[in-house]
């Protein structure tokens, strides 16, 4: 247990140092560029604006004659003030001062020509507005108006907030704004307060049982995959606005922990490693074990950091390719999975190797149906809340069906829960259609006799007529499912009781004892039937031919 304990800690070690170190280079932004072929903004215009913090930033300043009135303008995140909105920024300026407006453009830390510095999403950034305030009142422009995209508009509300920032500022331009990720998770929670807790547990819940089959499993690549599945779960954005390091490790600041979700990246690999490790190795796995779990890691990675190299200085270019990285990647997870499972339906034969198969398509099933669709629905507004819902069902289930498929856990009940599943959400679809149709019919016959729809009495009766049928109809649901999924075991019934009624008729021993190897035979389909009697009352078994 100790060697157990190490092994995933030293696992974690490294994940976490290789975690930080993301976080220390993906929160120095690389500085963006003007694109071609935008309007340029005068070099005489050019300014520098002390920050309240003392840094020195860069700056465009368009003056306007005779005018107390200027406007702010602040980029957002990977822009700069000539470069923003696709370059359509120095455009906007233009039109403003052509309106009699003071105009000052301001490069962010860490952003255009600015000195380097790390984001912060509006702690430091907000002593750039601030100073930028201080400079247009020192030249007696007074009536000002901030202009404020993404990051700028944060930024922008933050300065606002300061005793002195709401008293230099007369008007803003809001665009893509967020004031505080506590404060828009807790938003989130009020609004939905089951679905918030769940998507708040839902993450680390996946984590400790893909942890704890690990260690009662350290050698299955199956229970690795699951492992590396779980943890990128860890670390994904939860509830959708913030991340878990954010919301469970305080200590951490905001620059630090939202680049950690970018480990999200590691679930489809796990999937695809999963896929084809488990309940059997397949190829490529099989013939390369090493060469093949390097290539599904490390691939996708790589070409995500080339793409990110690539594309410093166009942030919408990266964007648009790892959007095709991912749905490669996620194409290839898919057919990958499609392929697995219609192998391993086909080849396996081991009654233990093809429970495991019906658990990990179970899971599969749920992690893609109802995880998956269900948050995709959410995020097109589809009935957001059940899908919201069905989507950290999902997450809750995937987890679970592995664990008990890698630990052989109850593996056999799967057999009974598919059964059972198939049963009561064909009597539920019945039961519905029966109740919605006498509901009807009620209530047409009511309204022709009385004149009235009478409600209250339809229902009633709707809901004993139900009640009267939920035997029956399960009965012959049960009857249908078993005649064309479980034959075999419908069969088996069959024989069972055919042999009762042949022993209520016959006692003839050797006859019986015929009848009852025939019976075995049949219904259980064993490799070798031997029936042992006593041959007196007392003195050892004898075996007895039939």
Same mark, same amino acid.
């Given at each position: ?9 030293? *696992? ?61 303008? +602040? ?16 455009? %906007? ?45 020192? &030249?007696?422009?007074?009536? +000002? ?106 200590? +951490? ?6 680049? $950690?979700?970018? $480990? ?25 074990? &090493? ?12 070409? %995500? ?33 499609? =392929? ?13 190797? &093809?429970? !495991? ?30 899908? !919201?819902? =069905?989507? #950290? ?6 987890? +679970? ?9 109850? =593996? ?34 009511? !309204?022709?006799? #009385? ?11 709707? #809901? ?49 004892? *015929?009848?009852?190897?025939? #019976? ?27």
């Amino acid at each position: 247990m100790i060697g157990k304990l190490a092994r995933l800690f030293g *696992a974690l070690l490294v994940y976490f140092a290789i975690g930080i170190f993301m976080a220390d280079t993906l929160t120095l932004r690389p500085h963006a560029t003007p694109p071609p072929q935008v309007e340029s903004l005068a070099a005489q215009d050019k300014v520098t604006v002390t920050a309240r913090d003392g840094l020195r930033l860069a700056g465009t300043f368009i003056p306007a004659t005779n005018s107390p009135r200027a406007v702010l303008m +602040v980029h957002g995140l990977d822009g700069c003030h000539s470069c923003e909105l696709y370059g359509k920024f120095p455009a %906007i300026a233009a039109q403003l001062s052509r309106a009699g407006y003071n105009v000052l453009l301001i490069d962010l830390r860490g952003h255009g020509e600015s000195p380097v510095s790390r984001v912060t999403f509006g702690d430091t950034e907000r002593w750039d507005v601030l100073g930028a305030l201080d400079w247009l009142h020192q &030249r007696s422009l007074t009536r +000002v108006g901030v202009l404020g995209i993404s990051l700028g508009a944060v930024v922008t509300v933050r300065a606002a907030l300061e005793p002195d920032g709401v008293q230099g500022i007369n008007a803003m331009v809001l665009d893509s704004c967020f004031g505080d990720f506590g404060e828009v998770m807790a938003r989130t929670v009020r609004r939905a307060p089951v679905t918030g807790v769940l998507q708040l547990f839902a993450s680390p819940f996946f984590f400790i049982v893909s942890a704890i089959v690990f260690l009662l499993r350290p050698r299955q690549p199956a229970a690795h995959a699951l492992l590396h599945i779980g943890t990128g779960f860890l670390f994904q954005a939860t509830p959708n606005v913030s991340s878990v390091p954010l919301l469970f490790y305080g200590g +951490v600041p905001r620059s630090t922990a939202v680049p $950690w979700d970018y $480990w999200t990246g590691a679930i489809l690999p796990g999937l695809l490693y999963l896929v084809l490790a488990f309940p059997t190795p397949k190829w490529p796995l099989r013939v390369w074990p &090493r060469l093949t779990v390097a290539a599904i890691y490390v691939g996708p990675m790589l070409a %995500i950091n080339l793409a990110y190299l690539a594309n410093l200085h166009d942030r919408l270019a990266f964007g648009q390719v790892s959007l095709l990285i991912y749905a490669s990647a996620g194409s290839t997870v898919l057919i990958a999975t499609l =392929l697995s499972l219609t192998h391993s339906a086909r080849r396996l034969r081991d009654p233990v190797a &093809r429970s !495991q198969l019906k658990w990990m398509t179970i899971g599969l099933l749920s992690f893609v149906v109802l995880g998956i669709g269900g948050w995709f629905a959410g995020v097109m507004g589809v009935w957001a809340e059940l899908a !919201q819902s =069905l989507a #950290t069902f999902g997450w809750f289930v995937f987890p +679970v069906t592995l664990a008990i498929a890698i630990t052989r856990y109850r =593996l056999f009940d799967i057999d009974l829960i598919i059964r059972r599943t198939l049963i009561y959400s064909a009597l539920t679809a019945v039961l519905a259609l029966a109740y919605l149709g006498s509901v009807l019919l009620l209530q047409s016959i009511f !309204q022709a006799l #009385t004149g009235r729809a009478q409600d209250q009495l339809v229902a009633v009766v709707s #809901t004993l007529v139900i009640a009267a049928l939920f035997g029956p109809l399960r009965w012959r649901v049960q009857n249908v499912i078993d005649r064309r999924f479980y034959r075999r075991k419908y069969d088996a019934a069959k024989i069972v009781t055919a042999f009762g009624s042949a022993l209520r008729d016959d006692v003839e021993l050797n006859r019986l004892a *015929a009848h009852l190897v025939e #019976t075995v035979e049949t219904a259980m389909e064993p490799a070798h039937t031997t029936l042992l009697l006593k041959a007196q009352p007392i003195g050892p078994y004898q075996p007895l031919t039939p």
